[in-house]
């Protein structure tokens, strides 16, 4: 199954509200994962099951989707936002993940 | 805390082999799922292999099929990734990543990863 992810990067302010989008080949149904990473770290959970928040992310990031289109909201962008977004699929090995989308400072 | 300590990785000439092994602790090993996950510089992270609790259940990328081995042994807490027929493309870096309790494709957690160099 291959994710699509969309924009490939994107640039926005401090406060900002950005949506990423993930598209995928085939359905997964809502077996649909977030991960961040910021430079010289290890990629962190966002978002399991499409829409559900790992414990202890903000209440500014949402996600949803299901099938095949997925989407990531950050409302009220912060500092500590910027970053590269991947959308990972967990539903029929072999897992794969999306190409990522990385978030700039304007 | 969970922790995942990787190791093994170094500087290997292509067609020859490497294991990888990662050390866990801070939760209860035999509950969860283990996956290699790879990243090669500059590069998004890629799915290697994955083995279930029990060890009863494993699967491998098609790119790697063949010429790695994922193991688990829970006695001692310990993954490991047997590597062989080594080529260019497989110079990343490695991550051992925990399975989420209930679903054992679901990664919640990644170990900071060991560096794999393929090159004469």
């Known amino acids: 199954i291959q994710l699509t992810q969309s924009p490939s990067s994107v640039s926005a302010s401090v406060g900002d509200r950005i949506t990423l989008s993930c598209r995928a080949s085939?359905?997964?149904?809502?077996?649909l994962n977030w991960f961040q990473q910021k430079p010289d770290n290890v990629p962190k959970l966002l978002v399991y099951?499409?829409?559900s928040l790992q414990a202890g992310v903000p209440s500014r990031f949402s996600a949803s989707g299901s099938e095949t289109e997925f989407t990531l909201t950050i409302s009220n962008l912060q500092p500590e936002d910027f970053a590269t977004y991947y959308c990972?699929?967990?539903?029929?090995?072999?897992?794969?993940f999306g190409g990522g989308t990385k978030v700039q400072i304007k | 805390e969970v922790q995942l300590v990787e190791s093994g990785g170094g500087l290997v000439q292509p067609g020859r082999s490497l294991r990888l092994s990662c050390a866990a602790s801070g939760f209860t090993f035999d509950d969860h799922a283990l996956h290699w996950v790879r990243q090669a510089p500059g590069k998004g992270p890629e799915w290697v292999a994955g083995?279930?609790?029990?060890?009863?259940?494993?699967d491998y990328a098609d790119f790697v099929k063949g010429r790695f081995t994922i193991s688990r042994d829970n006695a001692r807490n310990a993954l490991y990734l047997q590597m062989s027929s080594l080529r260019a493309d497989d110079t990343a870096l490695y991550h051992c990543?925990?399975?989420?309790?209930?679903?054992?494709?679901?990664?919640?957690?990644w170990g900071q990863g060991t560096l794999v160099t393929v090159s004469s």
């Open positions: 990972q699929q967990s539903d029929s090995p072999p897992l794969t």
């Open positions: 085939h359905s997964v149904g809502t077996y």
């Open positions: 990543t925990k399975a989420n309790r209930v679903s054992w494709r679901l990664i919640d957690y």
């Open positions: 099951g499409a829409s």
């Open positions: 083995i279930s609790w029990n060890s009863a259940f494993i």
